[in-house]
């Protein structure tokens, strides 16, 4: 019996990593895949020099929300791009949590992006790109597939 408890921890451990590994997985199998358009404003980072910070274009919220945290979804507009679908300031099933202030949100999860090794030399330079980003039913996000537009 003693043994048995010496193991306990380790596993519990491992299916607690599993089961995050599998989390975030389970945002693309289930969730929804948007298309954003998006700018960089600060292309270099001195610590993780293989990210950049996305500022999202058509993030634009309502007047009549209250500045702060925001609850909101999304749907694709007319140009193919996502937008705000919904937005609150009280929680609701699948709202993605965001922040709220000057008529624009702002969501922390999907505001950078860490470049592959091997696309660094595609990025680099570029300021204007498109972005997937799947979102789950139960309001999480996964950002994927950076590419530049080309002007």
């Known amino acids: 019996m003693k043994q048995l408890r ?14 995050f590994i599998l989390l ?4 693309s199998w289930f ?16 610590y993780f020099n293989d990210s950049i910070y996305l500022e999202y274009d058509g993030l634009e919220g309502r007047q009549d929300v209250e500045t702060g945290t925001v609850y909101v979804t999304f749907k694709e507009g007319e140009d193919g791009y996502a937008v705000i679908d919904r937005i609150q300031s009280k929680p609701f099933f699948g709202g993605v949590q965001g922040n709220y202030y000057d008529r624009f949100v702002y969501i922390e999860e999907i505001s950078s992006y860490r470049v592959p090794a091997d696309d660094v030399d595609q990025i680099e330079g570029k300021q204007s790109f498109t972005i997937q980003v799947d979102v789950a039913p139960w309001g999480m996000v996964r950002p994927h597939d950076l590419s530049p537009i080309q002007e």
């Not at 975030?24 to 945002?27: N, Q």
């Not at 969730?31 to 001195?46: A, H, K, L, N």
């Open 6 to 19: 010496v193991w306990i921890i380790p596993v519990l451990q491992l299916a607690i990593a599993i089961l």
């Open 24 to 27: 975030l997985y389970a945002v």
């Open 31 to 46: 969730g929804t895949t948007y298309t954003f358009q998006v700018s960089t404003y600060e292309p270099y980072d001195p």
